[in-house]
């Protein structure tokens, strides 16, 4: 299968993972664990059968980040999933699109990284954009607590993605099986202490979109994204990532229904042009090959 078309189904699926989402009548943290627990074994099989795994000592030098991260993945999921419960699907997907922005100021706060001119106009465009949003909630208190979790879990998608930037020599399946067993071993006890399991409680419909979505929306689609990586450059993949807001959101009008404003749209579409001109990169010596 062409790499760009593995890309723009992984992109569309993600798209469409708030719906299934909804019809899971869990709580969001059950929902989490039993997601990653799917996605593990899938992911092991494919790797298994690949034979492809990086080295053990390379695993064992990124152990405690491979740690965190997994823990973060893991309540970055649980966060994204309450906010589906509290606001529409597109305001909690376009809040979490403000993760690149989060990325940035991480990276100035954390790394001591130098903000670029072209940095700093995407960080104030993405934060007004953020501000339309909020300004123009119409559903009230619920509006507003989907979009602060929407902004939790950017934060936690933000920190996930600082941690994989700074480990080396580990390919990104390896990375994500690792992810997904920290995942387990921290969402586990976190359910067992507070709201319990209700597996055996979910009805049919609920089941086939709990096995839909570790199956497809997470195992699926991350072989997919990862044998691609290859061979697209880092733009390409960037620029194809952001069909997965702009499919979250039409579905979120067009099939379940739900209300947006005018303004709510002007801001999440500044989220997105800002966060995608930011990570847009100008190659000027391929241009000049390509002529």
Known sequence: MNAKLKIIITMVTFGTLGPFIKNIGLVSSEIALYRAVIALIILTIFILFNKKFSQVSTVKNNLWKLFFSGGAMGFNWILLFEAYNYTSIALATLCYYFAPVVVVIMSTLFFREKLTLKQIICFIGSTIGLILIIEVSSGGKSDMTGILFGLGAAVL???????????????GITRTIFQLAAAVMVIFPYVF??????????????????????????????????????????????VLSYLDPLFAILISILWMGES???????????????????????????ILKAK
């Open 193 to 238: 202490g507070t709201e319990g399991f209700h597996i055996l409680q979910l009805d049919n419909i609920g089941l086939i979109n709990l096995i839909i979505v570790g199956i497809v929306h997470t195992g699926i689609v991350y072989v997919l994204y990862f044998s691609s990586l290859s061979e697209l450059s880092g733009q390409e993949v960037s």
């Open 157 to 171: 998608y933000a920190t996930v993605i600082l941690l994989n930037k700074s480990m080396t020599g580990i390919d």
């Open 260 to 286: 947006i404003t005018q303004l709510q749209l002007l801001g999440g579409g500044m989220i997105l042009l800002f966060t995608l001109t930011n990570e847009m990169k100008i190659y000027k010596k391929s």
